[in-house]
């Protein structure tokens, strides 16, 4: 929502690949930190790392309720807060994993519903508070909600295993990727990256740009609250299915029809309903992801491993993160506007990514197709 909304208002005067490195940075930052925070978590708990990251995230927003310019909000929005939601990220998601073993999935998946529900109101909360109290007031609000809800998370996560403190040691995060099956899914995880977000960024303006879409920007706001909705139930259901079918057969399977979303619906929809049903069905599609992957890591992984083991693979995904994006603006503006190139992009780079999870399940138990992994 941000992107469309800097496009007309603040940044209207940057292109539209220019603006695109504010949310990829904050995707960049929020998880480029996993190394780091990841091995804070394992040796020290997850509370001073929630404590921290409370007070960044919300600092982070603060500051972008009075920025004007582009570097203070590449600074605020675009460092700072996704810094600091970083530092929140892992050591809710590591400490999960300590938790539950038979119904890890499902646990990520409630876990990670959590965005997506946040996901469905955030946008239309922003939407009616511009209008009503302005931007930086709608910004401020954001940011005490969000900061309550980081109170209830400070006093509530901790983690069943106590930490365990141990030195730094580099190799600590180049070992695991000698291992055929993480090797794989973070490769895998790498290229379906680089296209995941682009239809959360690019969907309204696509639906509102002629002649991708003639939707009223009235009902375009509401197509990110469609899609996070959609996501609530695709990081929860699949979850629940993957505990019982295998995380890796599930993973695949969203993956593909994911890709196939892109590439056969968004590409081809025009009028309002094909493009509110690529929003819904995609939003269960990609929810999938980003609850499972960490699973997938569990999955293959040492217990006590976890928090090093996300923050590799995540900081890797980071620079898929960092430059999908731009990428994905500068081959709209390079297309004089129209979203071709941007989808052809976002659905190829998704559809090798689901390849690689294929590659990987056959490195665990080779061809058994009817094998639980």
């Not at 038979?102 to 519903?113: C, E, P, Q």
């Not at 954001?142 to 983690?159: E, P």
């Amino acid at each position: 929502i941000f992107q469309d909304y800097y496009q007309t208002h603040q940044l209207s005067n940057l292109s539209p690949s220019t603006i695109a490195w504010i949310p990829a940075l904050e995707t960049f930052f929020m998880f480029v930190g996993g190394p780091v925070f990841g091995k804070l978590y394992d040796n020290y708990g997850p509370r001073y790392l929630l404590l921290f990251g409370t007070f960044t995230h919300v600092f982070g927003l603060m500051m972008a309720s009075i920025s004007t310019e582009y570097y203070q909000f590449i600074l605020s929005q675009g460092i700072c807060s996704p810094i600091g939601a970083s530092a929140i990220f892992y050591p809710a998601m590591s400490t999960c994993a300590t938790w539950f073993f038979r119904r890890r999935a499902l646990a990520f998946g409630v876990m990670a519903s959590g965005s997506s529900l946040g996901g469905v109101i955030f946008p239309i909360m922003v939407d009616h508070l511009v209008v009503e109290v302005g931007f930086p007031w709608t910004m401020r609000i954001c940011a005490f909600l969000i900061l309550g809800c980081l109170i209830v998370a400070n006093l509530t996560v901790k983690s069943r295993l106590p930490p365990s403190p141990k030195p730094l040691r580099l190799m600590e995060f180049i070992t695991p990727l000698g291992e055929a099956p993480f090797l794989l899914v973070v490769i895998a995880s790498f290229f379906f990256f680089f296209g995941l977000f682009l239809p959360f960024n690019f969907i309204i303006i696509a639906a509102t740009t002629p002649p991708s879409g003639h939707m009223s920007f009235a009902l375009a706001s509401y197509l990110l609250a469609i899609l996070n909705a959609a996501s609530i139930f695709g990081r929860t259901i699949p979850g629940y299915v993957a505990d019982k079918i295998g995380r890796f057969n599930v993973m695949i399977f969203m993956a593909f029809f994911s890709a196939i979303l892109v590439l056969a619906l968004w590409i081809p929809a025009t009028g309002n309903a094909p493009i509110i049903l690529f929003a819904a069905l995609y939003g269960f599609g990609s929810g999938a992801f980003v609850s499972m992957a960490p699973a997938l890591v569990a999955q293959i992984s040492d217990i006590r491993q976890i928090g090093v083991r996300n923050g590799t693979m995540f900081a890797i995904l980071s620079l898929a993160a960092l430059c999908g994006n731009p990428i994905g603006g500068a081959l709209l503006a390079n297309n004089d506007g129209k979203f071709l190139h941007l989808q052809i992009f976002a659905g190829v780079t998704m559809m090798v990514g689901s390849v690689a999870f294929v590659m990987a399940r056959w490195s665990l138990v080779g061809f058994a197709l009817v094998k639980k992994v």
